[in-house]
């Protein structure tokens, strides 16, 4: 399905530090019309250089949902919300997938315009 650039479906992670956080952004995230719909993923293990030091943590990971016409508004959001210094928020461009399914995340995640 080719998707013009700003209905281009896009997938974002980011981490946080527990459950409790992630559930909460992604319960205002859905709320927001800022993503059609977020996967928590509790208990990743990380590994990473912080400051030149190698650091482990076990995280929340969030597979989230959304559009490029929404991503502004969704990055600004979880920085918003985010406790970390430099939060990872990644956005992956969906090149395939059901149609109908990548229709609902444009349907679910388009700015309430009213007149």
Known sequence: MEQGTLQQALLVIT?????????????????????????????????????????????????????????????LAIKAAHPYDLPEIIAVPIVAGWPAYLDWITQETKKDLHV
């Open 15 to 75: 981490n946080l530090p527990d459950a409790a956080l992630a559930n909460a952004l992604a319960r205002q995230l859905v709320e927001q019309k800022l993503a059609a719909c977020v996967n928590i993923l509790p208990g990743v293990k990380s590994i990473y250089r912080w400051q030149g030091a190698i650091e482990e943590a076990t995280e929340t990971c969030m597979l989230i949902k959304t559009t490029q016409l929404a991503y502004a508004r969704l990055e």
